[in-house]
T-cell receptor, first 117, second 113 residues
């Protein structure tokens, strides 16, 4: 089965520029997550979608970050304008269920590594 | 609030030696606990999870972990390290039925030939 696809793999931008990341989840997975993984830290949830609706965006810096999941399939995460501290790996994950239940399994993509100079 | 603490950001073991990666959790309710592995340039992969059934959980690649409520621990072990085990390992916690995982800061495992 195809995994979670993310692009681009790497991105280098200057501060105050904008950037967008794309994620295509596993077919049929209704739940989609974006995580931010700063070097030396564990992944931190930014936003969770259930189909095309937002379940949790409490950790998303909404003054500069935005995300959408039109039609409940692909998702894009945007940063505008970027700051130096946004340098991180942005991971997308998908799951067939919305909660971390007994049968839960999150499938992660390889991530987009963002460097802000 | 849930959280996990991973003791030791770097662990080195010789090939064939015991692997022990430590994780302590904090949760106000019975938790679900997970270990993920991340190989270079790859996404996170689930190794094993505890969901309130057996306290000793066996995972893939010969890894296992034991849930110890009295110690609030969920340490990951493997009897004999292999070169292919070199990777970063993350412990994570979630409330039962919750929608989010809280990850530790990770432990990088190096296997010395």
């Amino acid at each position: 089965e195809a995994g979670v696809a993310q692009s681009p793999r790497y991105k280098i931008i200057e501060k105050r520029q904008s950037v967008a990341f794309w994620c295509n989840p596993i077919s049929g997975h209704a739940t989609l997550y974006w995580y931010q993984q700063i070097l030396g830290q564990g992944p931190k949830l930014l936003i969770q979608f259930q189909n095309n609706g937002v379940v949790d965006d409490s950790q998303l810096p909404k003054d500069r970050f935005s995300a959408e999941r039109l039609k409940g399939v692909d998702s894009t995460l945007k940063i505008q304008p970027a700051k130096l501290e946004d340098s991180a790996v942005y991971l997308c994950a998908s799951s067939p269920t919305p909660s971390i239940g007994t049968n839960e399994k999150l499938f992660f993509g390889s991530g987009t590594q963002l460097s802000v100079l | 609030a849930q959280s996990v603490t991973q003791l030791g950001s770097h662990v080195s073991v010789s090939e064939g030696a015991l692997v022990l990666l430590r994780c302590n959790y904090s949760s106000s309710v019975p938790p679900y606990l997970f270990w993920y592995v991340q190989y270079p340039n790859q996404g996170l992969q689930l190794l094993l999870k505890y969901t309130s059934a057996a306290t000793l959980v066996k995972g893939i690649n010969g890894f296992e972990a034991e849930f110890k409520k009295s110690e609030t621990s969920f340490h990951l072990t493997k009897p004999s390290a292999h070169m292919s085990d070199a990777a970063e390992y993350f412990c994570a916690v979630s409330d039962q039925g919750a929608n989010n995982l809280f990850f530790g800061t990770g432990t990088r495992l190096t296997v010395i030939p």
